[in-house]
C-alpha cells in the first residue's frame, strides 16, 4: 500500500515542516495561530489525536480540516461539510496567451494589511485573518491607491506552495486580474522549486478553468470541514 501523498493533509505537512514556528497544540494535533489561518490537523485517527484536535475547537469559533477524507465523529463538536473541493497542482505554468492591456501588479507589504483585510472580508476567497498576508508573499493590483485585486501564497509543505487569497473587487471583475495575478505568484513558486498547488470549490465551474488554462491539474477531490464546538 503506498504512502498518503504529503498533499492529501496539507496543514498537518506545513505545520510539521515550513510553517512549524506557527503551530499551536502537540505532537497529537496541531492547528495555525488563529490570526493567520483556521487551519488544523489531527496526527493520525487514533482516539488519542482526535481527541486532541477535539479539544483544540475553539468555543465560538471555527476550525477548519482540508483532507482528503472528512474526519470521524468528534465528540462535543460539530463537524458541517463544505461543498466538494478540488485539489489542483502546477509544476509548470502555460505560456501566457497574447498579451492584452498591460496591468500594473505591485507587492503587497504589512502597511497592505488593512486593505487586504477589508477586500477579503467583501469577495470571501477563503478564510482570511488580521495576519494571513503573511503566510507568504502577496501581489495586487490598486486603482487609485486602492487595493482591487490580490493573490498570495497560504500554507507551505515541503516541496509545495498553496496559492491563495485570490480575489477581485466586484467593480473591476472581468479584467484578468485573477489570472494575472496567479501567474505571477505561481511562477515564483517554481522558480524557488516548489511546485504550486490550490484549492477550488468543485462547482466553480469558471474558476477551475480558468486555473486549467494557467497549467494547474486536478490532483483530487479534498474535503473541507469545519468544527464548530457544541
Known sequence: MSAPHILDRPAWSALTSRQAHLALGDARALRFQPDYALFAAARDASPEAQAALAAMVPNGAELGLVEAHAP?????????????????????????????????????????????????????????????????????????????????????????TEVSGVCTAPSHQGRGYAGALIRVIAAAILARGDHAFLHSYAANAAAVALYERLGFRTRREMAFTLLTRD
Open 72 to 160: 470521524p465523529p468528534l465528540a462535543g463538536v460539530t463537524a458541517t461539510p463544505a461543498p466538494l473541493i478540488l485539489q489542483m497542482v502546477c509544476e509548470a505554468l502555460t505560456p501566457a496567451a497574447k498579451p492584452g492591456p498591460a496591468i500594473d501588479i505591485v507587492p503587497l507589504t504589512d502597511a497592505d494589511a488593512p486593505q487586504m483585510l477589508a477586500l477579503a472580508t467583501l469577495t470571501r476567497p477563503g478564510p482570511f485573518f488580521e495576519r494571513t498576508h503573511q503566510l507568504g508573499a502577496f501581489v495586487g493590483v490598486k486603482e487609485d491607491g486602492q487595493l482591487v485585486a490580490m493573490a498570495g501564497e497560504r500554507m507551505r509543505p515541503t516541496g509545495y
